[in-house]
């Protein structure tokens, strides 16, 4: 499986950016996906994520109510609209597939990686 995230970009506090994570090489449908983030000289971290049915979400805390995670199956595509962007959001952002579909907040849990999309919002 190959993931290709893209939509990173530079934005001012309080703007928007929607990434995107296509993935391809083998059925998407059964993937639990989500997204982490990397913000620079930290751990990466949970950000979101969804279950192959899209019928369960989660989210961390720090943009719960900001960020909402939906896919496309038919397009094995997942989304991340990002609004009301602040700096703490300034990260390397990652998709990840999980073949267990368990909707784990857990990096370990994952099974393959996108390349990463760079997000930084200035203040």
């Known amino acids: 499986v190959q993931l290709q995230a893209s939509g990173g970009g530079l934005v001012q506090a309080g703007g928007s950016l929607r990434l995107s994570c296509v993935a391809s090489?083998?059925?998407?449908?059964?993937?639990?996906m989500a997204w982490f983030r990397q913000p620079p000289g930290l751990e990466r971290e949970f950000v979101a994520g969804?279950?192959?049915?899209?019928?369960?979400?989660d989210y961390a805390d720090s943009v719960k109510g900001r960020f909402t995670i939906s896919r496309d199956n038919a397009k094995n595509t997942v989304y991340l609209p990002m609004n009301s962007l602040k700096p703490e959001d300034t990260a390397v952002y990652y998709c990840a597939a999980d073949l267990k579909d368990w909707g784990s907040r857990t990096r370990y849990e994952y099974d393959y990686w996108g390349q990463g999309t760079q997000v930084t919002v200035s203040s």
């Open positions: 969804i279950i192959w049915s899209g019928g369960s979400t």
């Open positions: 090489g083998r059925t998407f449908r059964r993937y639990g």
